[in-house]
């Protein structure tokens, strides 16, 4: 079985990488794809373009980040 490894994240959130910039906004706990497009939106329109790469980082729930690892 593949083994995933586990970086323990704080906050959950969103980065759009620019040619010019990077954009982080923190994401919450139930955000959809629709609140994902719509920071899109938002960022394309003020950087003038897509962007070269999205990052998604998401915090894990207390009862994961207290020592359980994952495995799958």
Do not use: Y
Not at 36 to 50: D, S, T, V
């Amino acid at each position: 079985m593949r083994t995933i490894h586990v970086h323990r994240a704080s906050d959950s959130r969103l980065r759009f990488v620019f040619d010019d910039a990077v954009l982080s906004v923190s994401l919450a706990a139930d955000a959809t794809f629709a609140d994902i497009a719509q920071a899109l939106g938002e960022a394309e329109f003020r950087h003038g373009g897509n962007p070269l790469a999205i990052d998604v980082t998401l915090a894990l729930p207390s009862i994961l980040s207290a020592g359980a690892g994952l495995s799958g």
